[in-house]
């Protein structure tokens, strides 16, 4: 049955709030509050009926036959047989909630219970599921519905249930696509490992992560079988001795031209509560999702009053500043100045994650910047990149490149990208296109930065592919990213990066994600490259090893802030700070060789 909305998994999967903490943000939601209120006011009702009633729901007093509302002891009239409207639809919410739970459990059952199995186990019992579900899925609900009843007779209950099997696929799917991807997650082979059995995985990690999608989409179903049943007894399959709101609205528009309020109040009720419904579920699910996604970008205006309130006096040249270029020389390739970099943490306020850093690199110099992992790196080298997230703020600071400012004039950043300013990333396989090969790629790449023919850029790019050391340039242009090495991607990227023919490369541990044996060969070309070309060079790196391999100067971070900046033989023969002498103390090149271990005695 198309009519239950079905939630994108995607888009609710990772959100996962406590289920305290959930009721908070939905009660403090406007829509929210008041759905929950209605909702609430429904199910006390249809659960006190039988002690709220001010009359017996079937019994007649003719007198009070089609009364209209406020005029009798009936409060909301009487209807066509002389009973009481209001005593008639609270026990009428008694029946509405037992179809909608009904509904509700035969659906979760076999809809959530089929997606757990399919998702997790997959192969037939996927394959068996997915078959079975889509049959259900292509039944004409309604027709089925309506040709139970010759079945099984006027059982509003036992219509409801036959109504549940028919929108279990919607849990289905969903469920069997969530699991499919929690399945994927490394903490469930963990627990796999752990030894933990298949139900108790399910049960402890797998639910878990889904029950928040699920309760959206009950919200969903439960609307959905409000509509079914009062359609149904609309119809006239209901059980004609029990009063229901669909069986009250068929009454009373067939009377409608004697007692015209009698249609208003089943159907208020039915729409209302269907609504609250609906919104409640809509109100569930963006709570899920807002919960599931980082802050987003600040309004602008936000963002000039935190820089407003950031600016700093220009920064004097620092120290480091003096020391590479002296107060009459001519400017450094690369100047950062008062460097401040925030994200968002409110509506209204962000995070500093670079306290104002200041950096200079020559032209031919290496500069390595290292740091504790969270120490800022990373953003330092995206800032002159201008690739920061799209919600970071650069709250302060200029970054020189070429006499331009590459933060105040996305103009020169432009300009710079690609052609004077070149990248090599830290993933090398994440970094190429599985969709194009190699020479596709950096043709596309070179081609966007100079005005060469797709022949003259083939030619050029296999030199280079050459220079980088790839054995077979040729033969490795036509290859995917899946058909070569890490190596080998990695040395693509160097090649692509020097493509433009920059004057600056900035490398964020290019070496990290390479094999032992062959993060020595990269770090060598990187340096034969730098030389040959006199590159200036910002390497980011954790690694103190690298550092001494290939570095001039160096500039250590700590949270967020440069503590010292020098040439490499003199911060590793006199580390002044004491976060270097720290950092240098916990290598274990310079760590005390321990004891060989004791022979081990009387063991078994
Ligand atoms: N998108 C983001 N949203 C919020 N904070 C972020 C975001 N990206 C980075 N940060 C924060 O910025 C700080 C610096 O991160 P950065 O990645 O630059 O560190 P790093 O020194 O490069 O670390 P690593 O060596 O682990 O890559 C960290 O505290 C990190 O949590």
Redesign the pocket.
Known sequence: MSTVPVLEPQETAPAEPTPRGLLRRVLTNPVGLVCSVVLLLVVLAGLLAPWLAPFDPNASRLELTNAPPFTSDFLLGGDQSGRDVLSRLLVATTGTLQAISVVLLVSLLLGVTGGLLAGYFGGKVDAVANWVSDIVLAAPGLVLLIALYTVIGPSILLAMAAFGVLVAPGFFRLVRSLVRNVRKELYVDAAQVAGLSDTRIISRHVLRAVRGPIVVQSAFVLAIGISIQAMLEFLGLGSPGEPSWGGMLEAAFNNIYVARSNVLWPALLIGVTTIALVLLGNVLRDTLQASAS?PGPLPEDVVRRLRAARQTPPAAPGPDAQTAAGPAAPAPLLQVRGLVVG?PDSATSV?E??HGVDLAVERGEVHGLV????????????SILGIL?R??VVLAGRIEFAGRDLVGDPAALRDARGRRIGYVPQEPMTNLDPTFTIGQQLTHGLRAVTDVSRRQAKEELVALLDRVGIRDPRGAFDLYPHQVSGGMAQRVLIAGALAGEPELIIAD?PTTALDVTVQADVLELLRELQRERDLGMVL?T?NLGVVADICDRVSV?KE?RIVETRPVRELFAAPEHEYTQMLLGSTLDRGQLRAPLAPATGGR
């Open positions: 980082r994200y995070r994650v670079v740091g504790e992992s969270g120490s800022g790196k990373s953003q330092i080298a995206y997230p919600e970071a541990e980011v954790h971070m967020g």
